[in-house]
């Protein structure tokens, strides 16, 4: 399949589709025999068990002209507007996404999605949890704070009450990568589920390039023209020395409020996050010089060894023996 079959395919009507266009007062019978529950407060559907068994990954053209009602769901969804916009209500919130924008909606937000036209063709990605946490997120994780701050927020949260809007319109690649995936996904042969997992990895790669995200929580820090990305920018480029407060006095803080905003928005602590980019930067010494353990523990302010092994062995799941025999290179003598 190439691109302008792919582009035949999303934009043909099906007969679903044909139904509802002639008859727009109509309601679908297809929720009906879902589970309802009481969520904050508001009656919602419950969807599960929308993914095949075998899969990761289910992907579907979203149906024109239907409204969905007022749901959860027990995977990740990623909606990609591949031509015109989608309005949705996420958390009592209108929300309308452009051409080209993506959706990410965590587990357990309520959100409807309001009737489309002819020419809005969405694209829904129903994700499994576990997905993020195999070796595709591990991929992402190694990119330091923004990649932890993304995978955090889609996938180890306690409180999922969260969604992310990329602002990727005009992000030329994004539409091409997604292209190419839904080609493998709809003419599957050879190889498609890892060309699958690679294309999804090269679009989480583009969308931390175009990370400006709306949510529904409140946004203190738009007063002061600051956002969360700048402020974990900043300690990603200067963990080795950066305090709190120094971090606070530089965004005009006060330490206490910019704890608390880290902790809130990232579901980490300020030193959880510095000690995170160290022990990363220790990773890539382990694998790429022959420096002693304690040398490099040293290096990033780790004087106690027992308690660099300890933190380490809690980051990497291995001691930094292992992960140096599993990681390193060889060295020019």
Known sequence: ?????????????????????????????????????????????????????????????????????????????????????????????????????????????????????????????????????????????????????????????????????????NNSNIPILMRQLLCEYYDQSLGSSEMMDSYMLLIFYELLRVFQYDTNRPRPLTQNKVTIIEILKYIENHYMDCTLTSTADHFNFNPNYLSTLIKKTTGQTFKDLVQSEKLNYCSFLLANTDRPVYDIASSTGHSNLSFFYKKFQDHFGITPQQYREQHTTKFQE
């Not at 582009?7 to 929720?31: G, N």
């Not at 990761?56 to 015109?84: D, M, Q």
């Open 1 to 169: 399949m190439n691109h302008d079959q792919l582009d035949v395919k999303l934009r043909t009507l099906t007969d679903r589709e044909l139904y509802y266009q002639a008859h727009p007062s109509s309601r679908s019978a297809t929720y009906d025999s879902l589970k309802k529950i009481v969520h904050d407060g508001q009656e919602v559907y419950v969807f599960q068990d929308m993914i095949a068994e075998k899969d990761n990954i289910t992907i579907s053209k979203h149906t024109r002209f239907a409204e969905v009602p007022l749901h959860i769901h027990t995977f990740i969804e990623l909606s990609f507007v591949y031509s015109g916009q989608c309005a949705q209500i996420i958390n009592g919130k209108k929300v309308t996404l452009k051409q080209g924008q993506i959706c990410i909606v965590d587990t357990g937000v309520p959100h409807a999605i309001l009737p489309t036209s002819d020419d809005d063709v969405i694209i829904n990605m129903l994700i499994r949890k576990k997905y993020f946490s195999s070796s595709f997120l591990s991929k992402l994780a190694n990119n330091g704070i923004l990649s932890h701050f993304l995978a955090n927020a889609i996938s180890d949260r306690q409180n999922h009450n969260r969604y992310i809007i990329f602002h990727s319109e």
